[in-house]
């Protein structure tokens, strides 16, 4: 499984389907695991630093897992699968913030998406923020999935999905209620679901 990763994740920087994002792609390495985390796209930081979720946002995340896994940072990095809709960062929006991709760059994407859950399978899929969720479940409103477990599906494998929020900054959603305790009851979610605890033993 390893090896097949490996090989998947060398052609997926040599991508070149979506010419309006921005090179590198990023990668979280060859992270064997029945754990999947599943993000939007990187933000300016990411291809600098060429890690998902390196920056003020990623502390924000991996300060809520730590508090409810055990797992610090490292340790989570080294045990959790980080993938995302797409890999490469979208830009600027003219409006503010990053662009979110669109639905060719989605679709283009998807491709790695795919294999990622074909040598895979995972058995746990941390869908975070509405982009990520949306590739898993139908929703209008974010209180209608944090909080639960839903069932995906992938090429016949069936894997638990756990929506978050996304923890940006700019998101008060996580901090008011009742983002505050439907975020708490995902978290504690994940912590106890069999593959998280299964990377800890």
């Known amino acids: 499984m390893s090896e097949l990763l490996v090989k998947h994740i060398e052609s997926l920087v040599n991508c070149e389907r979506c010419p309006q ?8 390495g060859p992270v064997v695991s029945k754990v999947m985390l599943v993000g939007q796209a990187p933000g300016v930081k990411e291809p600098e630093l060429q890690r ?15 508090e409810t896994t055990g797992l610090d940072e490292a340790a989570f ?8 809709v797409c890999r490469c960062y979208p830009g600027k929006n003219p409006k503010g913030g990053d662009r979110v991709p669109d639905q060719t760059e989605i679709a283009n994407c998807s491709y790695w998406l795919e294999g990622d859950f074909r040598i895979l399978q995972p058995e746990l899929v941390i869908a975070v923020g509405k982009l990520a969720i949306q590739q898993f479940v139908s929703f209008d409103r974010l209180v209608e999935v944090v ?21 940006s900054g700019l998101s008060t959603w996580p901090r008011m209620e009742p983002g ?5 009851e995902a ?3 994940i912590g106890e679901h069999p593959a998280m605890k299964a990377l800890k033993t």
């Open 21 to 28: 994002m921005h090179k590198p792609v990023v990668t979280c």
């Open 52 to 66: 998902p979720f390196a920056w003020t946002a990623g502390r924000t995340l991996f300060g809520w897992f730590e």
């Open 77 to 84: 990095r080294q045990s959790v699968y980080m993938t995302a």
């Open 147 to 167: 909080g639960q477990v839903f069932t995906g599906e992938r090429d016949g494998q069936h894997f638990d999905v756990i929506p978050l929020p996304h923890p």
């Open 180 to 184: 505050k305790s439907l975020l708490k």
């Open 187 to 189: 978290l504690k979610l």
